[in-house]
């Protein structure tokens, strides 16, 4: 059974007013009534470092979702990707395997090395290179923060829409202690299993210096399977994480940090062809969405990344200084994909290589307990600087043979057959590959400063600023054709181009105000966000066009309160945000621009939010906990005249650039990608003792979500149509052994709902999300 929203609001309102939320605990002995509270993991308080100092959550005036490592295993998320069923507003999209986050109804839908994204995800305080195919394990970490709203002044470049944190733990110098995780699961409608394992180890080496080591191996075969006969690449991880940590002596400490991680998967390759363009009379398409595509080349993606960081954290007599040093690299060695989603041979594309390197640097002092009015003010100010490239190096973008059929309406073919006249006598026979080169160099470099001051005893004032220049250019920016004839090949100089360097500076303010009641606050803020303006890479016949970048303002009235002796938290917020220069894509590889980034115009965002954790029963049933929340979103294009898009009857491309129809169409009014009018979650465990054999735990989740487009045409051939999904959980603890086992089941009543979507040339692609799993997790802590 479904539940509208109306249920779910009416569910929230009527848990609220329930007898059992009424019972009072005033004569409950408090020691007990804690250790009672404790044993539901869901209750857990969350301590977060949102504001560069160590809080907790239910004292920042921030919208932030917080979730504990114990949380997160009692819920069952093991990915960020899968923050989104436990956090509304949240939308993980994918375009072609990149990741396009989207937060409160704010995300870039612009996708490719080049593209920023508006949700960054931080790994210890550094963010995270976005790769195609990505997927961010959440093995051993100590706490995920979810910070909703434009982050600029302390999390600076692209933090628009918010920020993701990956908090790891450090290493302890006073106990030798480890976890050894494995699962196995079966995705019982594709028959496809999955199994994997993930290990931690923390290890004291001497008195002040220890080390944490952990790995993670997951093995999982395809959910799609090709009929023609090609291989889609299995889900596979292999990563490694060390930590080393010196306290020098009881004011100096020093961390170093470094990963590898190697992967393979379909990388969002494996889509299915269901409504092919009606323009392309060799298309088949494919009868319905069942798991199974027709491609003429492998879908796989393999990639490999390291991250090398350093730390160090010195308390001195009236500040603490911080330093944070990073070095990373990605690299895809292999990547293919079949781009017309059907059976026919017609366009492919593969990596010849794609990857990023990025260096950062970090320094900032920060007031501690000893500073200057250290009662009343606290404060941080920093300095950042970034220097990164990424993109393709190349690209193959391969037009196969007997695809000239279509392809002779295209300027792409007119171009080359001009170009190749008298070379290849007959170009109906011969394979033609666009080889795309460019690369994207970035240079950064910031100042902020951030003060929390108490005007009064229960009225405090935030007041944040942070200053940007920075300087972007595209080197190598060209376009080789290689033509394969029979047994002849060769590659032929197409089109070069020279990019000038384009320099920016930004300016992002926040102020808020929060006023402290007993066990609650209101709070009131503003604060700008930018997304860096950019160029694509992935060109044909047009060079590197630049986009100017997106501004948001965004306004927020909100409140946190602890109720009935902490049974009850509650947190909700009003917010507005006002978009400008939206940045986003199109893709039309044969009206010769291959991806396009351009600024659709402007939008707004009106939203509101509830969440609320409960212990109904704590003397009657002190196991019992709920978590549930809910976002509703009104998100539109308030100006958005020169669309473009592919018309749904015919396929054919319309817009400023397009290969049929040149003239552009008004989405002014149109609902903004990626955001849902209204997302919610609850989540309910009951913990029971069975005395010295252990403790059972039972887990149920919903989520809900009303539905979304993954394009700004609001075309019925990008919808994402409202579903439901359901998980469950039952788990074992016998806690002298430190010894976890768990039965669970995802997607349990098998809902059919995307991971991604694209529009082509050649029609719309589409990649189911997977079905209903059922499997097996063991976890033992020592």
């Known amino acids: 059974m479904t539940l509208s929203k109306r249920a779910y609001l009416g569910a929230l309102v009527a848990m609220l007013s329930a007898p059992a939320f009424a019972q009072s605990t005033a004569n409950n002995d408090q020691s007990d009534g804690s250790q009672q509270r404790s044993s539901n993991r869901l209750l857990e308080e969350v301590v977060v470092t949102a504001r560069k100092r160590t809080e907790s959550v239910q004292d920042v005036p921030i919208s932030i979702a917080a979730f504990s490592a114990e949380k997160l295993d009692a819920i069952g998320i093991e990915t960020a990707q899968q923050l989104d069923k436990i956090t509304p507003g949240l939308v993980f999209g994918s375009t072609i395997g990149f990741n396009t986050v989207s937060l409160r109804g704010v995300g870039s839908d612009a996708y490719l090395p080049s593209a920023d994204p508006s949700v960054p995800i931080y790994v210890d305080d550094i963010n995270s290179l976005p790769s195609q195919g990505s997927i961010d394990a959440l093995v051993n970490v100590e706490r995920v923060e979810v910070l909703k709203g434009p982050q600029g002044t302390l999390f600076g470049r692209n933090a628009l829409g918010g920020a993701i944190r990956i908090v790891t733990p450090d290493p302890r110098d006073d106990v030798f202690e480890g976890q050894l995780k494995a699962d196995y699961g079966r995705y019982d409608l594709v028959g496809a299993d999955s199994s994997g394992g993930s290990a931690f180890l923390n290890i004291p080496i001497a008195e002040g210096l220890a ?30 994480r060390g930590k080393v940590k010196w306290y020098v002596t009881d004011t100096l400490d020093i961390t170093l940090s470094g990963a590898y991680e190697e992967a393979a998967n379909a990388g969002g390759l494996s889509a299915e062809g269901t409504q092919p363009s009606t323009a392309c009379a060799i298309c088949t398409p494919d009868p319905k969405f069942d798991y199974r595509t027709q491609h003429n080349v492998p879908a796989a993606l393999r990639t490999r990344r390291t991250m090398l960081s350093g730390y160090v954290n010195w308390d001195l007599p009236t500040f603490t200084a911080k330093l944070i040093l990073s070095d990373q690299n ?24 794609q990857y990023a390197e990025q260096r950062t640097a970090e320094f900032r002092i920060e007031s501690n307990d000893n500073s200057f009015m250290s009662d009343r003010l606290t404060w941080v100010v920093g300095a950042y600087y970034l220097e990164a490239a990424g993109g393709y190096d190349p690209l193959y973008l391969r037009f196969t043979t007997g695809a000239t059929d279509f392809l002779g309406v295209s300027p792409i073919v007119e171009s080359i057959s001009n170009l190749l006249s008298g070379v290849v006598p007959n170009l109906n026979n011969a394979d033609v590959t666009a080889v795309s080169y460019g690369v994207l160099n970035t240079e950064s470099i910031s100042g902020f400063a951030e003060g929390n001051y108490h005007i009064l005893d229960r009225l405090k004032l935030t007041l944040g600023v942070r200053y940007d220049e920075e300087s972007r250019d595209v080197s190598g920016s060209r376009v080789d054709l290689k033509i394969a004839d029979g047994d002849d090949e060769g590659d032929i100089p197409f089109s070069s181009f020279d990019v000038p360097e384009a320099n920016t500076s930004r300016t992002s303010p926040r102020v808020s105000l929060q006023w402290e009641f007993d066990n609650a606050q209101v709070y009131g803020s503003y604060s700008v966000g930018y997304l860096s303006p950019t160029y694509n890479t992935v060109n044909i016949l047009e060079g590197p066009n630049f986009v100017e970048q997106e501004e948001n303002n965004a306004y927020e009235l909100g409140f946190k309160g602890s109720w009935l002796d902490g049974q009850l938290q509650l947190e909700g917020a009003l917010f507005y945000t006002e978009r400008t220069n939206i940045i986003t894509a199109y893709t039309s590889i044969l009206s010769g621009g291959a991806v396009t980034f351009f600024n659709a115009g402007d939008g707004e965002i009106k939203g509101v939010e509830l969440s609320m954790q409960l212990q109904p029963m704590p003397t009657l049933n002190p196991g019992l906990a709920l978590i549930a929340s809910g976002s509703y979103l009104d998100g539109e294009y308030t100006d958005y005249k020169d669309g473009r898009g592919y018309d749904e009857d015919s396929g054919l491309t319309f817009g400023p650039g397009a290969l049929n129809l040149l003239e552009a169409r008004d989405f002014t009014g149109n609902t903004l990608t990626n955001t849902p009018e209204f997302t919610g979650s609850i989540s309910l465990l009951q913990a029971i003792s069975l005395g010295r054999l252990g403790e059972i735990e039972l887990g149920i989740d919903t989520y809900y979500n009303s539905g979304y487009f993954f394009s700004a045409q609001n075309t019925s051939l990008l919808e994402q149509e409202q579903y439901q999904t359901y998980d469950a959980r039952i788990s074992y603890f016998y806690n002298p052994w430190g010894l976890q086992l768990t039965l669970f089941g995802e997607n349990l009543t098998d809902e059919r709902y995307f991971a991604s979507a694209v529009h082509l040339d050649f029609g719309p692609g589409r990649s189911l999300a997977p079905p209903k799993q059922l499997g097996v997790r063991a976890k033992w802590t020592f």
Request: no cysteine; net charge negative.
């Open 211 to 240: 080390a944490t080591l952990s790995g993670l191996y997951r093995d999982e075969e395809p959910i799609y399977t090709n009929e023609l006969g090609e291989p889609v690449e299995p889900n596979k991880i292999e990563a490694f």
């Open 330 to 353: 990605l690299d895809v060695p292999y990547g293919w994909g079949d781009l017309d989603y059907t059976s026919a041979p017609i366009f492919a594309g593969n990596v010849g290589e």
